[in-house]
């Protein structure tokens, strides 16, 4: 073995503190990890986690390794036809990419069919597997629970030529759904319920995606991923931890077929801790209610933790990655904090979102003693002074500008500082300006502020008087109109409700989404492209979204606020 593979990289966790004591010890040469999703879904933040580390970790040991056969393999695990589909394999592909990983092989669990059909009958011959026709109900009731050990199914018996015959006949396709299964013999006593007596393979009279009407018999997972690990010579199968009872099964299916079928290696499986983000939900079935439900638009609606709906919201991979490291592999499960997430996108936002100015409440600002037809081209800079970066565009301004309505206020507090009667406030890049007058509606609405201007005062402070609130606006006459949707946490509370449907239906925040039409955009953003990131400034982190905006309708996402406001707003 090379040097470099028997320098350990210095543990960051016990993942790899496992890999590289297996290469110490010689026990593998090359590192093969996989990443095994189900085709019937969209995937999620927490698939992200699992992503960064199987890739992560192919990447990372194929430097130390080059040559070996290390890396990481894309395996579609389709052993159940009923709910999957090439709509899911498409968005899984592109989402791995999305994050910046590539895999070193691609696959599916049906690339292996014919070959997990032959271990079945070796095992059936080794007197390992049997033919049961207990119905489900009375498989559970022959199960027994916790406490209580299982019954010996009363088929359990049958003669390896009489299972050998009703397996055959199942792939023939001469029985129905549910009258027979393929069963491991293990042990119906033994205190892990995964051990007493597994399904192997279930009848599925189900085309499937892959292999059309070639199968009516399908394997499970248990029996099938092991199986797929070992034929591609998979050396770490990584896991979360809900699959840490399944590792026994795991380990039984490779002992009893590993003389017979040559595996290319003996592969371990290891079980870390999943991602749990609060305020979200990330069960299949719940997201599958929402999306199907309507409650959200698509798997890719911004509300959503899909790396779809993320990928649509402006959030990059950069900041998914660097969330993902931050979280890093433990051996215990927790629950995130949102809070650690919006960290993570505001700071990669921070060095590459320009800063823009955009009113998303417009209210009229009438300067007057402004020229009516003066136009002046103020120049403003794109990044703040701790941003290393240079760019800069022209802003218009005239004689009527938008400001947002909550930066003005009739009655103000003792410490607001932004424009009231009588109160002086400085434009960005601009002048500073006092409210002189009011024009209000029928209701007594404010619809336009008259204001005064100081000649004086572009771009400095006055000498003499402080002026201590700034304000962002745009120029009226040239403003872009736009929507801009505020997203915010899918659910108004901590954890989703495990009752009643009703009761996580009520727990989404109603605010998760506010669609705001005729906001008022500064001049530059009418070249906005979608895709595009921008800081609006005082405002948050926004994108151009990728599915609604169409030419000459301009459609925003807020991406995430600049600060976490959402615990002194739950406080409220």
Not at 141 to 163: F, I, L, M, W
Not at 325 to 349: P, W
Not at 417 to 431: H, K, S
């Amino acid at each position: 073995m090379s040097s470099s593979a028997s320098a350990p990289a210095k543990p960051s966790d016990f993942i790899r503190d496992i890999i590289n004591e297996d290469l110490q010890a010689e026990r593998h040469k090359k590192v093969l990890t996989r990443f095994p999703p189900e085709p019937n879904g969209f995937l999620h933040i927490g698939h992200a986690k699992s992503i960064c580390l199987n890739f992560g970790l192919g990447n990372e040991y194929s430097e130390r390794l080059p040559g070996s056969g290390t890396g990481c393999n894309l395996r579609f695990d389709d052993t159940d036809p009923a709910k999957e589909d090439t709509l899911f394999e498409d968005g899984i592909q592109e989402d791995v990419r999305w994050l910046g990983f590539e895999w070193s092989g691609f696959f599916h669990a049906s690339d292996y069919f014919e070959k997990m059909y032959e271990y079945a009958e070796h095992l059936i011959q080794s007197g390992k597997a049997y033919v049961c026709s207990l119905s489900d109900a009375e498989t559970k009731q022959y199960r027994g629970d916790v406490k209580t050990p299982g019954t010996n199914s009363p088929y359990r018996d049958r003669t390896v030529e009489e299972n050998l015959d009703l397996f055959r006949r199942m792939r023939k396709g001469e029985f129905k759904d549910g009258e027979h299964v393929l069963r491991a013999k293990i042990d119906m006593a033994n205190a892990n319920m995964k051990m007493r007596d597994p399904m192997l393979y279930r009848i599925r009279h189900t085309a499937h995606h892959m292999t059309g009407d070639k199968w009516c018999i399908y394997p499970m997972y248990d029996y099938a991923h092991p199986i797929s690990d070992a034929l591609e010579g998979i050396t770490h199968s990584i896991c979360t931890l809900e699959f840490e009872n399944n590792r026994e099964l795991y380990d039984w299916v490779i002992d009893n077929l590993i003389e017979f079928a040559k595996f290319p290696s003996r592969p371990h499986q290891y079980e870390f801790a999943r991602l749990n983000l609060n305020y979200t939900v990330m069960s299949k079935r719940r997201l599958l209610e929402l999306v199907e439900g309507k409650h959200v638009d698509g798997w890719d609606d911004p509300r959503l933790p899909t790396i779809a709906g993320m990928r649509r919201r402006g959030i990059t991979p950069d900041a998914i990655r660097a969330f993902c490291a931050t979280v890093g592999v433990a051996k215990a499960n927790s629950t995130v904090d949102m809070a650690q997430l919006e960290f993570c996108i505001r700071d990669d936002l921070n060095q590459k979102a320009p800063r823009v100015m955009a009113v998303l409440k417009p209210l009229k600002v009438v300067i007057e003693g402004y020229p009516d037809d003066k136009v002046e081209e103020l120049d403003a800079s794109y990044w703040p002074h701790d941003v290393p970066k240079e760019g800069s565009r022209k802003v218009p301004f005239c004689k009527e500008i938008y400001i947002e309505q909550d930066d003005f206020m009739l009655e103000p507090p003792k410490d607001y500082f932004r424009l009231a009667p009588g109160q002086e406030v400085r434009l960005r890049y601009a002048y500073c300006i006092k409210c002189t007058d009011v024009v209000k509606d029928a209701d007594g609405n404010v619809t336009e502020v008259r204001c005064t201007y100081d000649p004086d005062t572009l771009g400095n402070n006055p000498v003499g008087r402080k002026v201590k609130g700034t304000i962002h606006w745009v120029s009226a006459r040239h403003a872009v109109d736009a929507e801009v949707r505020l997203y915010d946490r899918l659910l108004s509370v901590e954890a989703p409700p495990t009752g009643k449907d009703s009761e996580f239906l009520n727990a989404i925040n109603p605010h998760a989404l506010q669609v705001l039409k005729g906001c008022k955009l500064e001049r530059s953003l009418g070249e906005a492209k979608a895709g595009d990131r921008f800081q609006f400034e005082r405002q948050g982190y926004f994108v151009v979204d990728t599915k609604d905006t169409k030419p000459g309708s301009l459609v925003f996402n807020r991406i995430v606020t600049l600060k976490d406001s959402w615990a002194k707003a739950q406080k409220k």
